[in-house]
């Protein structure tokens, strides 16, 4: 079966220093993994999506992800976060491949940014 | 282009009584996805139409919800009679095609209080 764990709950950065979500998966065959990114109030944002193509991931507004087989991961990366990145992170993995099916969420990772 | 949207916004009910929530996919999306997050949980698939077709109910958590999408248009979601258990956030969902793997796009949640 397949499934992510967020091993983050909260994570708390400075604005314009690095940020740093991370993810783990796991899945029985090569695994489409998105995230998602959800502003107080607002619905649910794909920031990005890896579906066997390039391991490094480019999404909206700065973030990119790496997909790394062998250490199971798909961790959310960004150079300089912004206030606006305030939100809670999804990591997210579809129960098919090629990501058609339903998919699985993680348990969130509410990011803070200070000023 | 519109996208999916999702109504009511909020709705407070008692416990007994019935709530339906409304979806409204983009406009031309074959599939529709309902998922739902409770208090302190992660996000969870309840179901998926096809068109007017249910192709995977497995989520339904039991028999007090039921959905439907009469002409494959909106879809409702109804909780007869709603329990204190059901309160959280319902997410609609819509996507092109499942086969291509298209994104699944997500409204922004009908927030659901039961008291």
């Known amino acids: 079966a397949q499934s992510v764990t967020q091993l983050d709950s909260h994570v708390s950065v400075s604005e314009g220093t690095p940020v740093l979500l991370r993810c783990n998966y796991s899945s029985s065959y090569s695994p489409s993994l998105f995230w998602y990114v959800q502003h107080p109030n607002k619905g649910l944002q794909l920031l990005l999506k890896y579906t066997s193509a390039a391991t490094l991931v480019k999404g909206i507004n700065g973030f990119e992800a790496e997909f790394k087989k062998s250490e199971t991961s798909f961790h959310l990366t960004k150079p300089s976060a912004h206030m606006s990145d305030a939100a809670e992170y999804f990591c997210?993995?579809?129960?098919?491949?090629?990501?058609?099916?339903?998919?699985?969420f993680g348990q969130g990772t509410t990011l803070q940014v200070k000023p | 282009e519109a996208g999916v949207t999702q109504f009511p916004s909020h709705s407070v009910i008692e416990k007994g009584q019935t709530v339906t929530l409304r979806c409204d996919p983009i406009s031309g999306h074959d599939n529709l996805y309902w998922y739902r997050r409770v208090m302190g949980k992660e996000i969870k698939f309840l179901l998926h139409?096809?068109?007017?077709?249910?192709?995977?109910e497995s989520g339904m958590p039991n028999n007090r919800f039921l959905a439907e999408r009469t002409g494959g248009t909106y879809s409702t979601l109804k909780v007869q009679p709603a329990e204190l258990e059901d309160s959280g956030v319902y997410f609609c969902?819509?996507?092109?095609?499942?086969?291509?793997?298209?994104?699944?796009?997500f409204g922004e949640g009908s927030w659901l209080t039961v008291v």
């Open positions: 997210v993995v579809s129960d098919r491949p090629l990501g058609t099916g339903k998919l699985i």
């Open positions: 969902a819509s996507s092109q095609d499942r086969h291509s793997g298209n994104t699944i796009y």
């Open positions: 139409f096809v068109k007017e077709s249910k192709q995977d």
